[in-house]
């Protein structure tokens, strides 16, 4: 066993010297109470990120809450997995971007559509115009 995690320590700071990752875990809470009920709600935000270079890079993001309920005297909780983010960029040069998956998207102004919404961006730079 002392083996078996040696050699995962080990492949997790030989591949860090390979690779460009990133990976963390964020956690959140809510409360939701009226006069008949608590709700409380931890959540857990984990995320991975991968520069591939050559332009190429990836996100991914989940959120899994649970659901405490003092009506059901604190009992066991229910698992609510989501989807948070996923997007996977390729900018092969600098006048070319393009990115695929849950993306962060905002109209002009601001005012009618801001948030994650699933389909492709892309940009580009003309040099005509």
């Given at each position: 066993?002392k083996?078996?995690?040696l050699?995962?320590v080990l492949f997790?700071?030989?591949?860090?010297?390979?690779?460009s990752?990133?990976?963390?875990?964020?956690?959140?809470?809510?409360?939701?109470?009226?006069?008949?009920?608590?709700?409380f709600?931890?959540?857990?935000?984990?995320?991975?990120?991968?520069?591939?270079?050559?332009g190429?890079?990836?996100?991914l993001?989940g959120i899994?809450s649970l659901?405490?309920r003092?009506n059901?005297?604190?009992g066991s909780?229910v698992?609510?997995?989501?989807?948070?983010?996923?997007?996977f960029?390729y900018?092969p040069n600098?006048?070319?971007?393009?990115?695929a998956?849950?993306?962060?998207y905002?109209?002009?102004?601001?005012?009618?559509?801001?948030?994650?919404?699933?389909?492709i961006?892309a940009?580009t730079?003309l040099?005509?115009g």
């Amino acid at each position: 066993m002392k083996r078996l995690l040696l050699s995962l320590v080990l492949f997790l700071f030989i591949s860090g010297l390979t690779f460009s990752y990133d990976y963390g875990l964020l956690l959140d809470q809510r409360i939701e109470a009226d006069n008949e009920e608590f709700v409380f709600y931890p959540i857990f935000i984990p995320w991975f990120s991968w520069d591939g270079g050559e332009g190429l890079s990836v996100y991914l993001s989940g959120i899994l809450s649970l659901k405490y309920r003092s009506n059901d005297g604190w009992g066991s909780p229910v698992l609510v997995p989501e989807i948070s983010r996923f997007c996977f960029m390729y900018r092969p040069n600098q006048n070319l971007y393009a990115e695929a998956g849950r993306v962060v998207y905002s109209d002009c102004l601001g005012m009618t559509a801001y948030g994650l919404f699933d389909g492709i961006k892309a940009e580009t730079s003309l040099s005509a115009g």
